[in-house]
């Protein structure tokens, strides 16, 4: 009788966890007519494979602009409070980030200003450095 086993393949592991609770992303001076408002924050939920540490950034970036699209999707227009967390994972010398971006949106009108960068992105400043000091 012959057995086949599968070869075990190695797990990714937690290298940390890193995350900002939502905050409200305007003042009261802007400019602009809030004319509805979700009765929830939406999130979106998204993995990246990191070639670069600065692929973090790109990624909380990425991972807000997917949620942007899906509350445009459900007739909303501006986010007024953000947060993310990001998990980042190790499987040998492959890294990987899983983003969930956090908002609560919003429908608009009057003198719309840019939207802000996400909040608290100096955080991933910290994996930055561990992951170019750290080998498996």
């Known amino acids: 009788m012959r057995m086949w086993f599968r070869r075990r393949e190695v797990p990714w592991e937690v290298v940390?966890?890193?995350?900002?609770?939502?905050?409200?992303?305007?003042?009261?001076?802007?400019?602009?007519?809030?004319?509805?408002?979700?009765?929830?924050?939406?999130?979106?939920?998204?993995?990246?494979?990191?070639?670069?540490?600065?692929?973090?950034?790109?990624?909380?970036q990425t991972a807000r602009y997917h949620l942007m699209l899906h509350i445009t999707g459900r007739s909303y227009n501006m986010l007024l409070s953000e947060g993310w967390r990001v998990t980042i994972m190790?499987?040998?010398?492959?890294?990987?980030?899983?983003?969930?971006?956090?908002?609560?949106?919003a429908y608009i009108t009057g003198k719309v200003t840019p939207q802000p960068s996400p909040p608290f992105m100096?955080?991933?400043?910290?994996?930055?450095?561990?992951?170019c000091s750290s080998s498996p």
């Not at 980030?97 to 609560?104: F, I, K, P, R």
């Open 16 to 60: 940390g966890h890193k995350g900002v609770q939502p905050i409200p992303m305007y003042d009261e001076d802007d400019e602009f007519n809030i004319l509805r408002v979700a009765p929830s924050e939406m999130s979106c939920q998204f993995s990246y494979d990191l070639h670069d540490p600065k692929d973090m950034q790109n990624a909380v």
């Open 122 to 131: 100096d955080v991933l400043e910290f994996y930055r450095r561990d992951m």
């Open 90 to 105: 190790r499987k040998g010398k492959k890294y990987r980030a899983d983003v969930v971006y956090t908002g609560l949106p």
